[in-house]
């Protein structure tokens, strides 16, 4: 689920995880990255997250994407903490700060002394200035201040109206789906990757056959929402019916990579059509999305699963946003 440890911090990486790694624990791991920057006369700010965490990501992209930011870290160690991959150990690791409430930041000594904390949300996450200070202050053991932009609402409006700019700009060219066909017809898979080019999350259905194209009228005799083993919070449904599909959320902004999705049948004009929705409901009621969302998820091995509730026979209601065509390669 989780990549291997990175290498310590250069200038372009100013913000670096702390992942497992053996049989070494997380308070050593921290231990470990205090004495090296205190040799170094740096600061070190902590920053507990996860992949679900909207604020963190805003952190995280800004960290990577700013110059400015950049060099406000160039001085010290910003450590990400993963709390579904350090669960416990992370939650206990710093007495009287509460690692649930993300993100939150902290500033250690070499002693352990905490020389100051604060929510990611209180750093200015609507422009770069805002977030290279304060991180700056924190390395520094400073208290941070408001952002320049606090109480100016016409500012908060430019700067929220150039990040809608910027994320559409990133975005533009870039497919809301791939496929790639991998296989015989035996024990053909895809690869399959979706994107949500937009803030809300969203269903996305997926054929569960090449030749089963989707409905917008399904009759589905079971479904079963199905956890992916491979991630703490990730899941999705699987429908059995006319036709056989699945239904996959996906975060605002936010993306889901499956490495081999089985794939039976073959389509008669090499197509695969996915359907973006508006909403999916059962019995009337509207399929809630997992509150926690990961924004970014990879599934290497879709048979890691495992059942988290199910039911029959029930009257599917959808309506269709948009529908995503791509080639099976």
């Known amino acids: ?77 910003l450590l990400y903490i993963d709390v579904d991959e350090w669960r416990g150990p992370a939650q206990t690791l710093i007495a009287g700060v509460d690692a649930s409430k993300l993100p939150t930041l902290v500033r250690l000594d070499a002693d352990w002394k905490v020389l100051q904390t604060c929510f990611g949300s209180e750093l200015g996450l609507l422009h770069e200035d805002a977030i290279a200070h304060n991180l700056g202050r924190l390395l520094e053991g400073k208290p941070i201040e408001k952002p320049f932009y606090d109480g100016k609402p016409d500012l908060e409006r430019e700067f929220i109206g150039k990040q809608s700019e910027a994320q559409t700009a990133k975005t533009k060219g870039v497919p809301t789906l791939e496929v790639k066909a991998k296989g015989g017809a035996s024990d053909r898979t895809v690869r399959l990757i979706l994107r949500n080019h937009d803030g809300p999350r969203r269903w996305y259905l997926v054929p569960a056959r090449l030749d089963g194209p989707l409905s917008e009228h399904p009759s589905v005799r079971q479904w079963w929402r199905v956890r992916w083993t491979e991630h703490v919070r990730a899941d999705y449904l699987r429908l059995v019916g006319s036709p056989e599909f699945y239904a996959i959320p996906v975060a605002g902004y936010g993306s889901v990579e499956i490495e081999s999705l089985p794939m039976a049948g073959a389509s008669k004009d090499g197509k695969f059509v996915v359907f973006e929705l508006d909403y999916l409901k059962f019995d009337g009621q509207d399929q809630q999305f997992q509150t926690k969302l990961p924004y970014s998820l990879k599934i290497a ?18 309506r269709v946003r948009a529908r995503h065509t791509a080639v099976v390669k």
């Open 1 to 77: 689920m989780f990549a291997a440890a990175r290498p310590a911090c250069a200038a372009a990486d100013a913000g670096r995880y702390l992942h497992k790694q053996g049989s070494k624990t997380l308070k050593d791991a921290v231990q470990g990255e205090l004495g090296a920057a205190k040799k170094a006369g740096q600061g070190v700010v902590l920053m507990f997250t996860s992949d679900w965490c909207s604020p963190c990501k805003a952190i995280k992209e800004f960290v990577k994407g700013s110059a400015v930011v950049r060099k406000a870290l160039a001085k010290g160690r």
């Open 301 to 318: 091995n879709f048979g890691q699963q495992a059942v988290a509730g199910q039911g029959e026979h029930p009257k599917v209601e959808l």
